[in-house]
T-cell receptor
């Protein structure tokens, strides 16, 4: 079974600054996906960024980038130029390759990020 | 693209009644849909995986007779909470996996269920 650990329950960052959220995972799989989802106060889950394990290059999406260390089973999220709208709960998630039930997501416990003025 | 809707967004019901929640993929076909439950300030807990045209697969500890899941078409899955009790009060979220883009799940906005 896979496990995902987010060791930072809460974090705070000032507007325009950079913040990094940590995520580690445990798996015996070699092929898998990793995701960061954002859940703002509306509670709508929003995909922030995804990474395929076979790709060595770290994924980036505008102000969001990841540091994927496969050997260390680490998948941190960096948010640059933080904005007030980034205030949300952030979940790290793991999914192994497959279909049906094999494609289910395993979520971490989340990190609550507060962006302040 | 990749929009998933849920209906209703919130519902209040009396103890002992049944409640049906719908999850629709609006602009794509979804062979697989997932149902999650989320308690306040907690993570999402997967309840079951539903595949179009077949029986749902429930996670350990989830009562299949209490949480009935039907995935009758490629765009619709329903979750029925039968004989609801106050402890079933929670936030229920569905997600859908596209038939063509199988590596990402798209989430609905969630349904808040309150059982009195």
């Amino acid at each position: 079974a896979q496990t995902v650990t987010q060791s930072q329950p809460e974090m705070s960052v000032q507007e325009a600054e950079t913040v990094t959220l940590s995520c580690t995972y445990d798996t015996s799989e070699n092929n898998y996906y990793l995701f960061w989802y954002k859940q703002p106060p509306s509670r709508q889950m929003i995909l922030v960024i995804r990474q395929e394990a076979y790709k060595q290059q770290n994924a980036t999406e505008n102000r969001f980038s990841v540091n994927f260390q496969k050997a260390a089973k680490s998948f941190s999220l960096k948010i640059s130029d933080s904005q007030l709208g980034d205030t949300a709960m952030y979940f790290c998630a793991f999914m192994k390759y497959g279909t049906g039930t094999a494609s289910k997501l395993t979520f971490g416990t989340g990190t609550r990020l507060q962006v302040t003025l | 693209g990749a929009v998933v809707s849920q209906h209703p967004s919130w519902v209040i019901c009396k103890s002992g009644t049944s409640v049906k929640i719908e999850c629709r993929s609006l602009d794509f076909q979804a062979t697989t849909m997932f149902w999650y439950r989320q308690f306040p300030k907690q993570s999402l807990m997967l309840m079951a995986t539903s595949n179009e045209g077949s029986k749902a697969t429930y996670e350990q500890g989830v009562e299949k007779d209490k949480f009935l899941i039907n995935h009758a078409s490629l765009t619709l899955s329903t979750l029925t909470v039968t004989s609801a009790h106050p402890e079933d009060s929670s936030f229920y979220i569905c997600s859908a996996r596209s038939s063509t883009s199988t590596d990402t799940q798209y989430f609905g906005p969630g349904t808040r269920l309150t059982v009195l």
